[in-house]
């Protein structure tokens, strides 16, 4: 009997209905004596509370560290390079050639003629000149200039002073946090590619413009004259631009928001009023008279003498007698000889200087900036939730009678306050999002 008690109180502790099917209904609650329903009156929950706190958190600040770097700067050198070329030099040939002239053969005969000349004769003279110059003449005077300046006055006057003093007020209010998360989303893109073939073309290139020597009427001269093209052939490229998708995943942000409970520190204003002394500097005005010596440059006239030469030409006829050789000319035959001229090429060495650019590397020194990690300490405030241990008791205690089970229990089934029909909470973890 004691191990049937024992065994109807476990059950009707725990609300086991699974054992009461198992057992035909036999460990019901209707079958629960009083005894055991004032046993079990009381029962323990959890409560789920929710608290703030303030967890130390490390957050990573990256500051800007300016630092000096050496980098290497290519710079380009000419040189001068001597090289050795060849030109065509046409140079000029002379051949013998005999060819039958008439020389004039000239007889001088003199003869003479009176003419007359006019000759000067030069005479040196002299004529007064009057000027006028300026002369400077300096005098030393002095006149008064007035100013006003500034004196400063000090003087103490009570100044009020109101300063405001800010006051600390705690309070708790709900703040609405809204942070990002990265959502993947594929798009697609257009991208140019470009392809292209070779293409064979033929150009035609004129030929250059040479010299040529040419005989003529007027003797040998150098004409210009232009060589035959010549035809060249080359390969071209022929670009082309094809269009192509390509899909890419790129993450989106996505904002997420979130009530949480945050303590608030605000600071209310006050004003407070003091006296300070404070020093007042006041500029008075005061005329100040000073004599400042200068100079007056007045120009005085004078007047100079001066003699100045000059000559007089006159001219004075002569006779004179000269002998005027006449010439008479007469035809003579004779055979000479004389060279002709013919052109010959040859290529004549000669040295020319060229720039020749070379790559000097030099090292440079430049600032530069990078940002550098720090650690910083930080309180921020952290929502968790506690389960809290709560004792819960029925308001009526089974007795031992008819009276007591029906005041007690109404339906004659002592299940209110526990069992299935009241189960106990179970604490739900809040969701992070």
Known sequence: MNCRFIFFLIVCT????????????????????????????????????????????????????????????????????????????????????????CRPVTETVVRKENYCVQRPVVETRYRTCNYTVQRPVWEEQTRECRYTIQQPVCETVQQECRQTVMKCVSETVNQERCYTVMRPETRTR?????????????????????????????????????????????????PQVVQQQIPYTVLVPQVVKQNCPVQVTRYVPEVVVRKVPVTVTKMVCREVVQKIPYKVCRMTTETKTERIPYQVCQMVTEQRVREIPCTVTKMVTETQTRKVPYCTTKKMPYTSTRKVCRVVPREVSTKATRLVARQVMKKVPVTRSVL????????????????????????????TGYGPARQTPIPQPESQD
């Open 190 to 238: 257009c991208v140019q590619r470009t392809v292209g073939q070779w293409v064979t073309r033929s150009e035609c290139i004129p030929g250059a413009v040479t010299q040529r020597l040419v005989f003529g009427p007027m003797g040998p001269q150098f004409c210009p004259v232009q060589c035959p093209p010549r035809t060249v052939t080359r390969r071209v490229w022929c």
């Open 388 to 415: 809290v241990p709560e004792t819960i008791c029925c308001s009526g205690v089974c007795g031992t009678g008819s009276a007591a089970v029906s005041a007690s229990c109404p339906s004659g089934d002592c299940r």
């Open 14 to 101: 725990f609300g086991l209905r699974t054992v009461d099917a198992g057992l035909c209904g036999i460990p019901s609650y209707r079958a629960c004596p009083p005894q055991a329903c004032a046993t079990a009156s009381c029962y323990t929950t959890c409560k789920v509370v929710t608290e703030t706190c303030y967890q130390t958190v490390c957050e990573t600040v990256y500051e800007p560290l300016e630092y000096t770097c050496q980098r290497t700067v290519y710079e380009n050198v000419y040189e001068d390079v001597q090289q050795t070329c060849y030109r065509t030099v046409t140079e000029t040939a002379y051949r013998d050639e005999q060819y039958t002239v």
